[in-house]
């Protein structure tokens, strides 16, 4: 199957700092989603993006579909957006499943 | 905002009893996932259903493990009997076509 590597696996910044988070793929993909899981454990949808840029508030997302990565940029980080980043591929809209990364967990620091 | 439902939050179980998780898609979603977090770890499919068809339950532990979706809606996941190994997150999603898929809350197990 599809293998899906993210990096760093940890991340610990002071608040207001930038942080980039990666996401590599090792096939072609339709879906590309990227997840922050809160502490109550719920995933919440960030960014669906298998190709391009986008951008909402503090957060931006772009994806290189045919170098097989993606990153997501937090700027001015703030101790909320602490958690775990996780990052999802699927090969072909309903027929596969959506495999997970094993995560960034992103430590911010007041 | 539509949303996923999952019930319960939360479910402390003795090993050997056995224990159901229930899930409602988004309405109109067509596929329907039944994923396992273990602590530290991303999630992984245990099942999932196209309507009322599963599509892949290759990582499904059959002995222990059943899933339902009679009516291609709600559905129903169900271990009989509970191991301490099964303590994990069991988070549901569901997508429609050329969609996004979203996530319900979960449901956190402690076998005990």
């Known amino acids: 199957g599809i293998q899906v590597e993210q990096s760093p696996p940890d991340l610990i910044l002071q608040e207001g700092a930038n942080s980039t988070l990666r996401c590599n793929f090792s096939d072609s993909v339709n879906n590309l989603q990227w997840f922050h899981q809160n502490p109550w454990g719920q995933l919440i949808n960030l960014f669906y993006i298998p190709s391009g840029t986008k951008q909402n508030g503090r957060l931006s997302a772009t994806t290189v579909a045919t170098e097989r990565y993606s990153l997501l940029y937090i700027s001015s980080s703030q101790t909320t957006d602490s958690g775990v980043y996780f990052c999802?591929?699927?090969?072909?809209?309903?027929?596969?499943?959506?495999?997970f990364g094993t995560g960034t967990r992103l430590t911010i620091i007041p | 905002e539509a949303e996923v439902a999952q019930s319960p939050r939360y479910k402390i179980t003795e090993k050997s009893q056995a224990v159901a998780f229930w899930c409602d898609p988004i309405?109109?979603?067509?596929?329907l996932y039944w994923y396992r977090q273990i602590l530290g770890q991303g999630p992984e499919l245990l099942v999932q259903f196209q309507d009322e068809s599963v599509v892949d339950d290759s990582q499904l532990p059959k002995d222990r493990f059943s899933a339902e979706r009679l009516k291609g809606v709600d559905s129903t996941l169900k271990i009989q009997p509970a191991e301490l190994g099964d303590s994990a997150m069991y988070l549901c999603?569901?997508?429609?076509?050329?969609?996004?898929?979203?996530f319900g809350q979960g449901t956190r197990l402690t076998v005990v």
């Open positions: 999603a569901s997508t429609g076509w050329n969609t996004e898929a979203f």
């Open positions: 309405s109109g979603h067509a596929t």
């Open positions: 999802a591929v699927e090969r072909s809209f309903g027929n596969e499943k959506l495999t």
